[in-house]
């Protein structure tokens, strides 16, 4: 049986980290050997790894399922399969948690399990496996740190983006100062200058106008 106990720091918050490691896609892009395989209508997906011990690279097959709680953090991964030529089998159950750093913005990633192998090569795969872990898992924390990174930046990004007019009341929009403004006010004042000169007359009279001038003709045909 090989037991895994692993801790990961990780310079970004936790909120990124585990949307990384959530993401069995992401995962797998973080694994040297490792590919994703076809989902089953259980949840469940198809994988494979290749791992070399020493002069020996032995591909493994498995069905995993994957439970995650996102509200915890937390996930579990469980997976069966077996090597390429079937002469060896294994089952293997891990625990994941993502949580704050020891400083504000990192975290730590725990995960602990167990592989339970048998057949022909269970013995060759138990002696190296302490070392293939070991450099498996510098791998993968390379990767996670990278991945994590770009997600880091695309909120920065966003941020350097104008942002919007503020909204007023009524849904309408505070027009900043600019030649447009500036513009449709000049036009005002010079519509309102010219509607004003004398013996200009209005091309809409007003009500009042109208029967003051019906008023003046009655009187003249008396």
Same mark, same amino acid.
């Given at each position: 049986m090989i037991e895994i106990a692993e801790e990961i720091a990780v310079p970004s918050p936790p909120e990124r980290v585990w949307e990384v490691v959530s993401d069995p896609s992401a995962v797998v892009s973080c694994i040297g050997g490792a590919e994703l395989g076809a989902s089953h209508d259980d949840g =469940?997906? $198809?994988? #494979?790894l290749a791992i070399r011990f020493g002069g020996l690279r032995v591909k493994f097959a498995a069905r995993i399922s994957l439970d995650l709680d996102e509200s915890a953090r937390e996930g579990r991964l469980s997976a069966r399969g077996a090597d390429g030529q079937g002469a060896t089998r294994f089952s293997a159950g891990a625990t994941f948690r993502v949580v704050?750093? $020891? #400083?504000?913005?990192? =975290?730590?990633?725990?995960? $602990?399990?167990?592989?339970? @192998?048998?057949?022909? @090569?269970a013995k060759l795969i138990e002696s190296g496996a302490?070392? &293939? &872990? =070991?450099?498996?898992?510098?791998?993968? #924390? $390379?990767? @996670? &740190? %990278?991945?994590c990174a770009a997600l880091s930046e695309e909120p920065l990004a966003e941020a350097s983006m104008e942002p919007p007019p503020p909204a007023v009341p009524g849904g309408a929009h505070t027009a900043g100062p600019g030649p447009a403004g500036l513009f449709a006010r000049l036009r005002a004042w010079w519509a309102g200058r010219r509607s004003r000169r004398p013996g200009r007359?209005? %091309?809409?009279? %007003?009500? =009042?106008e109208k029967r003051s001038d019906e008023a003046l003709d009655q009187g003249g045909r008396r």
């Open positions: =469940s997906f $198809d994988g #494979t704050e750093g $020891d #400083t504000p913005g990192t =975290s730590k990633v725990f995960c $602990d399990g167990e592989i339970k @192998l048998n057949g022909k @090569l302490g070392m &293939v &872990v =070991s450099r498996m898992t510098g791998e993968f #924390t $390379d990767q @996670l &740190v %990278q991945k007359t209005p %091309q809409v009279p %007003q009500p =009042s």
